[in-house]
């Protein structure tokens, strides 16, 4: 069984920072791609950043110099540091790890964006 576990989420004025943190765990191995996705009300589910076994990231356009993805493959988790944050990155914030076999992906966590 194989648990993804988010937190970090909340609320927080636009021009502010928060940092998403996921930690998996259970029968996993041999992971490849971590990554953050996100839903907004009425959208459709969209890639925000992903991170590579090797320390490639690529980032959704909208969200490129202001958040920054990172791994840290000993401890099986994936970070999301989000910075200068605008009222439309409102939405539920969803972690995503992938091996060879399966992907996996956490339960969500809301972020608001607000003043």
């Known amino acids: 069984q194989v648990q993804l576990v988010e937190s970090g989420g909340g609320l927080v004025q636009p021009g502010g920072s928060l940092r998403l943190s996921c930690a998996a765990s259970?029968?996993?191995?041999?992971?490849?791609?971590m990554g953050w996705y996100r839903q907004a009300p009425g959208k459709q589910r969209e890639l925000v950043a992903i991170?590579?076994?090797?320390?490639?990231?690529n980032y959704a356009d909208s969200v490129k110099g202001r958040f920054t993805i990172s791994r840290d493959n000993a401890k099986n988790t994936v970070d999301l540091q989000m910075n200068s944050l605008k009222p439309e990155d409102t939405a539920v914030y969803y972690c995503?790890?992938?091996?060879?076999?399966?992907?996996?992906w956490g339960q969500g966590t809301q972020v608001t964006v607000s003043s």
């Open positions: 991170i590579t076994s090797g320390g490639s990231t």
């Open positions: 995503n790890v992938r091996n060879v076999l399966n992907s996996y």
């Open positions: 259970g029968s996993i191995f041999s992971i490849r791609n």
